[in-house]
């Protein structure tokens, strides 16, 4: 019938997509813990020059990076791995897009404007997401621990 139809085509979905839809969601809660932290940092210690923006997006990174792992592991892989594994994919993830916020803010934000540092810092997420999502896929949760 149409309706098994309909549940099969989602159910496929779910098997081939799930993963991903769970991905993006932990990404988003992930992504709001990065510039909560980044932007208190801003708050409590000052805009300052772009090398301090990098240094806040490191730290902000870090603590996203435990939470991003925890909920990996228990709500989109559902799979134990290893965080060295996950540390390595973070760090790889950290040093591109640290690069481009770096080399962004220092082109075309030496007055070290809030919302530009900002709208930088989420110009590095699409990146961050592709490079994570396969790391983590397949080198990270493929194999047991």
């Given at each position: 019938?149409?309706?098994q139809?309909?549940?099969?085509?989602?159910?496929?979905?779910?098997?081939?997509?799930?993963h991903?839809?769970?991905?993006?969601?932990?990404g988003?809660?992930n992504?709001?813990?990065?510039?909560?932290?980044?932007?208190?940092?801003?708050i409590?210690?000052?805009v300052?020059?772009?090398?301090?923006?990098?240094?806040?997006?490191?730290?902000?990174?870090l603590?996203?990076?435990?939470?991003?792992?925890?909920?990996?592991?228990?709500?989109?892989?559902?799979?134990?791995?290893a965080?060295?594994?996950?540390?390595?994919?973070?760090?790889?993830?950290?040093?591109?897009?640290?690069?481009?916020?770096?080399?962004?803010?220092?082109?075309y934000?030496?007055?070290?404007d809030?919302?530009l540092?900002n709208?930088?810092?989420?110009?590095?997420?699409?990146?961050?997401?592709?490079?994570?999502?396969f790391?983590?896929?397949?080198?990270v949760?493929?194999y047991?621990?």
């Amino acid at each position: 019938t149409f309706k098994q139809t309909i549940r099969v085509l989602t159910e496929l979905l779910k098997l081939r997509f799930g993963h991903l839809i769970k991905f993006a969601f932990v990404g988003v809660i992930n992504t709001m813990a990065d510039f909560t932290v980044h932007n208190l940092l801003i708050i409590f210690f000052g805009v300052g020059e772009p090398t301090r923006q990098l240094l806040y997006m490191v730290i902000a990174f870090l603590g996203a990076n435990l939470l991003a792992f925890t909920l990996h592991s228990g709500f989109t892989f559902q799979r134990r791995a290893a965080y060295r594994r996950f540390f390595a994919v973070s760090v790889f993830t950290l040093l591109v897009a640290g690069i481009i916020f770096h080399g962004l803010n220092l082109l075309y934000n030496p007055q070290a404007d809030v919302l530009l540092t900002n709208v930088f810092k989420l110009s590095t997420v699409i990146i961050s997401f592709i490079t994570n999502y396969f790391g983590y896929k397949f080198w990270v949760y493929r194999y047991p621990v």
